[in-house]
């Protein structure tokens, strides 16, 4: 890709249209990633589980497939890496398509480092008509600036990372991965289905498991068992939390 500025997707059957989408390749890209860790190989697009996987990657299993999604998230990742918070911020803000007004930030991918982190936050401010939505790992970063987070970028502690501890200590809003509906339940945690919960909501809330999981796993057995409920899943570049 030849462009100098980044590439954002519209949204879709799940999101709506509404919605517009940024994405950097999964795992290669997400710190705090652990129980979801998935990686597709840049030039191959072959999948690698991490030690700990016990669902896979939504987004890595779509890189995995599709050649030009995995080519538009690392021209975003290269862009972006090695420039300070002011460079990405202008850069983030010369991309930002003009119609977006809701923008969720990482279908696939994560905050990488503090100063990308401390970027989005200084673009939300910047754009105060907008508003922009995150589920991620990297709480170390979001933890680090939590009194000075922009009203209009909601942020959701995604579980299943490395710092799942620090959800409970600063009682930050969460979304999980659940194998079930009863699971949700047990768990009083609304199933989000349209991201809404994400951007809207301040309380936390399930994700049904979704995508392609290894096989035999425990991930993989769910969603065959829900599939026979009728559930098909999010739709393709939906959901990589
Ligand atoms: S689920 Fe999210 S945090 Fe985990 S590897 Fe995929 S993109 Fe990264």
Redesign the pocket.
């Known amino acids: 890709m030849k462009s100098d500025l980044l590439k954002f997707n519209r949204g879709n059957a799940k999101l709506g249209r509404d919605i517009w989408t940024f994405s950097?390749p999964?795992?290669f890209?997400?710190p705090?990633?652990l129980e979801?860790?998935?990686?597709a190989n840049r030039e191959t697009g072959k999948i690698t589980d991490g030690a700990d996987t016990k669902f896979r990657?939504?987004?890595?299993s779509d890189e995995a497939q599709y050649k030009n999604t995995r080519l538009q998230r690392w021209h975003n990742f290269e862009l972006l890496k090695g420039k300070s918070t002011a460079e990405m911020s202008e850069l983030i803000q010369a991309s930002l398509p003009r119609q977006a007004g809701i923008i969720r930030v990482?279908v696939?991918?994560?905050f990488f480092n503090q100063f990308y982190f401390d970027a989005w936050m200084h673009v939300a401010k910047c754009q105060p008509l907008r508003t922009f939505y995150a589920?991620?790992?990297s709480l170390p970063f979001w933890l680090r600036r939590i009194g000075d987070i922009p009203k209009n970028f909601a942020l959701n502690a995604?579980r299943?990372?490395a710092h799942d501890e620090l959800i409970a200590k600063h009682d930050l809003k969460y979304a999980e991965v659940v194998f079930s509906t009863k699971e949700a339940e047990d768990k009083k945690l609304e199933i989000d289905h349209d991201d809404s919960h994400a951007y809207k909501s301040g309380k936390p809330f399930a994700l049904l498991i979704h995508g392609t999981q290894p096989a035999g796993s425990a991930a993989s057995k769910a969603l065959s068992a829900l599939r026979k409920t009728g559930w098909t899943g999010y739709s393709r570049k939906a959901v990589?939390?």
């Open positions: 950097l999964a795992g890209s997400c705090g990633a979801c860790l998935s990686k990657c939504f987004a890595a990482h696939s991918g994560d589920y991620t790992k995604s299943g990372g990589a939390a």
